[in-house]
């Protein structure tokens, strides 16, 4: 059988996790709406509506009308999911979101496909680098980024269970030429709960989403120069898990956060707002500087914006030199 391809690229990972989630919640949760903006094709939930024709609304190329829309079906007794790109739901439709999703508590359920530079060739409008900074700055919502399709799937199954906004970011899922390593998760996932993937003691690595390889790729190589790196999946970014996060930086003195994101508002800014305030340590964020996306190929703009286990490491050797100097005193 032959590799399902959209535009060229493979829809295998997490656009088919997505796919798969949706219908499984919706066979068991009648209540489950899907509310889709013409992106159906490329975040490859048309499927869906096939089986659930009664429950696919298809609302054309206006994201805020989407999200007008969702909270009307919210109010009705319907838990909506609401899957699209997300530079263009959080951006075109911040109002809306912060009104009728936030402010309303409504019980909708956002997902932004196509993350940061998972998406090449579109360029620097298709690439959302501030989705999670836009949804971090209002009130009462839950952020999700899965570092995996396991994960993906039991964010949305979570997501469903609970009542109120939730906001899950995924990436377009293609980029198997562009991983080494594999994630292994032990134990269920939960809302609101980080996961230590492997124990250290010199310095903790916290990361989301696709950044999460690339630390535990990290870890591996520094142990080879003696440097002890304990890694943590911090999937849920808001609320954040405090209590794991304290407990890892105050055993290693030392902090860096890896994310597909800018790092101005996102995991890096929750972490180190965190530590500045509870329990300060040398801090290093890598991400997504303060730039624009630009259009190539993922090879050219994830060692170009700071996406790579090299980047880690470089933070590391950084904040290790701080903690050195301090220590010292």
């Known amino acids: 059988m032959s590799e399902e391809l959209m535009y060229g690229c493979s829809l295998k990972g997490m656009r088919t996790a997505l796919r798969e989630t949706l219908l499984e919640v919706s066979r068991s949760n009648e209540k489950v709406v899907v509310i889709d903006c013409e992106t159906g094709t490329a975040t490859n939930i048309l499927p869906y509506k096939k089986e659930f024709p009664g429950r696919f609304i298809e609302l054309g190329v206006a994201e805020q009308n989407a999200i007008s829309f969702a909270f009307g079906v919210s109010a009705s007794g319907y838990i909506p999911i609401v899957p699209l790109f997300g530079s263009f739901l959080t951006r075109r439709a911040c109002d809306q979101i912060f009104i009728q999703v936030g402010y309303a508590e409504a019980n909708v359920k956002l997902i932004g496909c196509y993350s940061g530079l998972s998406t090449p060739n579109t360029g620097a409008t298709h690439q959302s680098i501030n989705d999670v900074s836009i949804m971090r700055s209002i009130p009462g919502i839950t952020i999700i980024e899965a570092c995996n399709e396991s994960e993906l799937r039991e964010a949305i199954i979570e997501a469903v269970k609970i009542h109120g906004p939730v906001y899950i970011r995924m990436i377009r ?34 990361g ?122």
């Open 173 to 206: 899922g293609d980029i198997d030429p562009y991983e080494s390593m594999e994630v292994k998760l032990e134990g269920e996932f939960e809302i609101g709960k980080a996961r230590v993937l492997r124990e250290g003691c010199d310095v903790t690595l916290i």
């Open 208 to 329: 989301c989403g696709l950044m999460v390889k690339r630390c535990l790729e990290a870890a591996e190589l520094l142990a080879k120069e003696g440097i002890s790196a304990e890694v943590v999946n911090c999937s849920t970014i808001k609320p954040l898990d405090k209590d794991t996060i304290s407990k890892s930086v105050t055993k290693t003195k030392a902090v860096v956060t890896a994310e597909n994101h800018s790092i101005i508002g996102g995991l890096g800014s929750a972490v180190a707002e965190f530590v500045a305030e509870n329990c300060p340590v040398p801090t290093k964020r890598t991400g997504i500087m303060d730039k624009f996306g630009e259009s190539g190929s993922l090879e050219e703009l994830f060692p170009k914006y700071g996406l790579t286990t090299q980047a880690v490491m470089e933070a590391v050797k950084k904040v290790l030199l701080i903690k050195t100097k301090i220590t010292n005193k």
